[in-house]
């Protein structure tokens, strides 16, 4: 059965600073791109950043650049994103998402390239 389990979330100031996690099991992502998407209440589902199955590209949504850093560490099924200098707007659930390829196609919605979603987790930034 394979699961993504979403951790890191929390409350935090506006200005700080949080890192989620997503471990996989059940089977291996290392040849899978991995991504985050957030939603926040009366919002539609956003991508935020996703990872190529090497890990050598990142890809971010323009409000998210320089602030956000995705990665990976594929010997431990399990990908992160850094979230520094935090808004109040960044307020969410976040979700972890695995692919079914090793990469991503802009050209195509992002969420119809998700073949598992974790099951979210809280981030609340405080003004």
């Known amino acids: 059965q394979v699961q993504l389990v979403e951790s890191g979330g929390g409350l935090v100031q506006a200005g700080g600073s949080l890192r989620l996690s997503c471990a996989a099991s059940?089977?291996?992502?290392?040849?899978?791109?991995m991504g985050w998407f957030r939603q926040a209440p009366g919002k539609e589902r956003e991508f935020v950043a996703g990872?190529?199955?090497?890990?050598?590209?990142?890809y971010y949504a323009n409000s998210m650049k320089g602030r956000f850093t995705m990665s990976r560490d594929n010997a431990k099924n399990t990908v992160y994103l850094q979230m520094n200098s935090l808004k109040p707007e960044d307020t969410a659930i976040y979700y972890c998402?695995?692919?079914?390829?090793?990469?991503?196609?802009?050209?195509?919605?992002?969420?119809?390239?998700?073949?598992?979603w974790g099951q979210g987790t809280q981030v609340t930034v405080s003004s």
């Open positions: 998402a695995a692919v079914r390829g090793s990469s991503w196609f802009f050209d195509l919605d992002t969420s119809s390239q998700v073949a598992y």
């Open positions: 059940g089977r291996t992502f290392s040849l899978n791109a």
């Open positions: 990872i190529s199955g090497s890990g050598s590209s990142t």
